[in-house]
Nanobody, 116 residues
Framework: QVQLVESGGGLVQPGGSLRLSCAAS????????MTWYRQRPGKERELVAS????????DYRDSVKGRFTISRDNAENRVYLQMNSLKPEDTAVYYC?????????WGQGTQVTVSS
């Protein structure tokens, strides 16, 4: 059974940093690309960053390029999202995603709030 558990969210001031973590289990982690999505208040869920299974170049939405970094540890079955220079518009619930199952598999999400 696929399980994704996000952690690391919280309240941070503009310009601050957070590191999100997603612990994966129930599948062969190293085989799959992993993706972070977010859902901002009143908005559709959107892709933030994606990383291939091994090697390859990660992909980012334009608004986070240069500020966010996605990485993965295939030995620990974890994917991370380092978020720097956070802005109020980054406030969202952040989700971990893997393309397994008819609609893919999602974690429960972790809230990130950027506010002074």
């Amino acid at each position: 059974q696929v399980q994704l558990v996000e952690s690391g969210g919280g309240l941070v001031q503009p310009g601050g940093s957070l590191r999100l973590s997603c612990a994966a289990s129930g599948f062969t982690f190293s085989v799959y690309a992993m993706t972070w999505y977010r859902q901002r208040p009143g908005k559709e869920r959107e892709l933030v960053a994606s990383i291939p299974n091994t090697g390859g170049r990660p992909d980012y939405r334009d608004s986070v390029k240069g500020r966010f970094t996605i990485s993965r540890d295939n030995a620990e079955n974890r994917v991370y999202l380092q978020m720097n220079s956070l802005k109020p518009e980054d406030t969202a619930v952040y989700y971990c995603y893997v393309p397994i199952g008819r609609r893919g598999s999602w974690g429960q999400g972790t809230q990130v709030t950027v506010s002074s």
